[in-house]
T-cell receptor, first 114, second 118 residues
Framework: DQQVKQNSPSLSVQEGRISILNCDYTNSMFDYFLWYKKYPAEGPTFLIS?????DKNEDGRFTVFLNKSAKHLSLHIVPSQPGDSAVYFC?????????????FGRGTQLTVWP | GAVVSQHPSRVICKSGTSVKIECRSLDFQATTMFWYRQFPKQSLMLMAT?????????EQGVEKDKFLINHASLTLSTLTVTSAHPEDSSFYICSAHSSLAVSYNEQFFGPGTRLTVL
C-alpha cells in the first residue's frame, strides 16, 4: 500500500524554466514532508522539508508547497538547471511513530535540457 | 559533516552464498539506522530499523532470518543477506538519523550497495 505517491515517473523541462514535481499522500497522520534528490548509483541527499504547520517553505531556487486539505505537496525549482537532472523522491513521516521512519514515493526523474 | 559510508559498493555472488553489507556513520553517532531496498524504477522500501544494542525491527513481509541486521556500535550497522537468491538482487541503501540534521527526521543516506546474485 503506497502511502506516498508520485504519479509522474518523469518530467522534462528546458533550462531556465520552472520544474514542478508533485506528490500526494493518503495518511492523514503524516505531519512532516521531505524531498530528496538522487543520482544513479548514489544514495539520496536531502533537499528541503516542510512541517504540516506551514504551507510553504523556500530555500534558494527550491520551494515546497503543502496543501493539507488535498493531501498534496509540490516542489518548485526555479530556474531549472541541467545539474538538477536527477530522480526526486518525496517522503513523509509521522512524528508520533518511530523516530526517523520515512515513507517514500516512487520518485520522479527530472531532466533539464539546455 | 554527517557522512554515511557503505561497503562494498557493489557485489556479485553465487546463489546460496551469504553477503554482508556494512553501513558506517563517519562523523557522528547514530543510535538508529535504517536499511532500504530499491528495485529499478521503484521506491525506496524500508526493510528494517536498526537500533544500537538491540534487535532490529523488521517491516512486514521482510524475513528477519534471511536479512540479518546487527547494530554493534553507534557507528556501524551490518546487513547480511543469507542464502542469497537471484530475486534478492537489488540496490541496498542504509541511512542514519543524526542530531546534526538541520531538519527534523532528516536522514543521511549511504551511497548504496548494488547486489547481484547469479
Amino acid at each position: 500500500d503506497q502511502q506516498v505517491k508520485q504519479n509522474s515517473p518523469s518530467l522534462s523541462v528546458q533550462e531556465g524554466r520552472i520544474s514542478i514535481l508533485n506528490c500526494d499522500y493518503t495518511n492523514s497522520m503524516f505531519d512532516y514532508f521531505l524531498w530528496y534528490k538522487k543520482y544513479p548509483a548514489e544514495g539520496p541527499t536531502f533537499l528541503i522539508s516542510i512541517s504540516s504547520i506551514k504551507d510553504k517553505n523556500e530555500d534558494g531556487r527550491f520551494t515546497v508547497f503543502l496543501n493539507k486539505s488535498a493531501k498534496h505537496l509540490s516542489l518548485h525549482i526555479v530556474p531549472s538547471q541541467p545539474g538538477d537532472s536527477a530522480v526526486y523522491f518525496c517522503a513523509a513521516s509521522d512524528r508520533g511513530s518511530t523516530l526517523g521512519r520515512l515513507y517514500f514515493g516512487r520518485g520522479t526523474q527530472l531532466t533539464v535540457w539546455p | 559533516g554527517a557522512v554515511v559510508s557503505q561497503h562494498p559498493s557493489r557485489v556479485i555472488c553465487k546463489s546460496g552464498t551469504s553477503v554482508k553489507i556494512e553501513c558506517r556513520s563517519l562523523d557522528f553517532q547514530a543510535t538508529t539506522m535504517f536499511w532500504y531496498r530499491q528495485f529499478p524504477k521503484q521506491s525506496l522500501m524500508l526493510m528494517a530499523t536498526s537500533n544500537e544494542g538491540s534487535k532490529a525491527t523488521y517491516e512486514q513481509g521482510v524475513e528477519k532470518d534471511k536479512f540479518l541486521i546487527n547494530h554493534a556500535s553507534l557507528t556501524l550497522s551490518t546487513l547480511t543477506v543469507t542464502s542469497a537468491h537471484p530475486e534478492d538482487s537489488s540496490f541496498y541503501i542504509c541511512s542514519a538519523h543524526s542530531s546534526l540534521a538541520v531538519s527534523y527526521n532528516e536522514q543521511f543516506f549511504g551511497p548504496g550497495t548494488r547486489l547481484t546474485v547469479l
